[in-house]
T-cell receptor, first 111, second 109 residues
Framework: DAGITQSPRHKVTETGTPVTLRCHQT?????MYWYRQDPGHGLRLIHY???????DKGEVSDGYSVSRSKTEDFLLTLESATSSQTSVYFC??????????FGPGTRLTVT | RKEVEQDPGPFNVPEGATVAFNCTYS??????FFWYRQDCRKEPKLLMS???SGNEDGRFTAQLNRASQYISLLIRDSKLSDSATYLC??????????FGTGTSLTVIP
């Protein structure tokens, strides 16, 4: 299995609080991605990174920001969590542009 | 219109059966195609890439039909351990990934 970890694995937070999710990889892959998965929707891309300090928006980026200060870490921040951001968040990595490997996921509940 | 559409199922098949899933995509400029497997409450795992010429990996065969804009996954001799949700993925440019909502498969003893 690809070396990808996510933390925390579970989190319950209140509406309006900031939340940061961390993705850490040991594969030295260039590309990293954040997705959310909700019933009735496929995985949807939030943000991605193509190198240190190089990030771009995905399909559902509103309300989220990211940072990548090191190759191995990609952080996803919800500046002010809302109930609509209750979801399962997956990080993925890719050594090229196409085959992706996913972390174990973070279950986030916003009450 | 969704970029990628899958029949959600569920597909309930007996052990040893052959089952096939299709996935249609809307953009003819799509470049790469994949099947992932996702177990309940787990992360998606890459099952196989789908090549224009079709490809096989053991009991699994994937095919691409560009003219009709669909990809397929065939599972022969189904095992209990094949029970999972199967996701198709289509890419446009390098960072435009579109996932289907998944097809649920249960293999019954």
């Amino acid at each position: 299995d690809a070396g990808i970890t996510q933390s925390p694995r579970h989190k319950v937070t209140e509406t309006g609080t900031p939340v940061t999710l961390r993705c850490h990889q040991t594969e030295n892959h260039r590309y990293m991605y954040w997705y959310r998965q909700d019933p009735g929707h496929g995985l949807r891309l939030i943000h991605y990174s193509y190198g240190v300090k190089d990030t771009d928006k995905g399909e559902v980026s509103d309300g989220y920001s990211v940072s990548r200060s090191k190759t191995e870490d990609f952080l996803l921040t919800l500046e002010s969590a809302t109930s609509s951001q209750t979801s399962v968040y997956f990080c993925a990595i890719s050594g090229d542009l196409y085959e992706q490997y996913f972390g174990p996921g973070t279950r986030l509940t916003v009450t | 219109r969704k970029e990628v559409e899958q029949d959600p199922g569920p597909f309930n098949v007996p052990e040893g059966a052959t089952v096939a899933f299709n996935c249609t995509y809307s953009n003819s400029a799509s470049q790469s195609f994949f099947w992932y497997r996702q177990d309940c409450r787990k992360e998606p795992k890459l099952l196989m890439s789908v090549y224009s010429s079709g490809n096989e990996d053991g009991r699994f065969t994937a095919q691409l039909n560009r003219a009709s804009q669909y990809i397929s996954l065939l599972i022969r001799d189904s095992k209990l351990s094949d029970s999972a949700t199967y996701l198709c993925v289509v890419t446009l440019t390098g960072n435009q990934f579109y996932f289907g909502t998944g097809t649920s498969l249960t293999v019954i003893p």
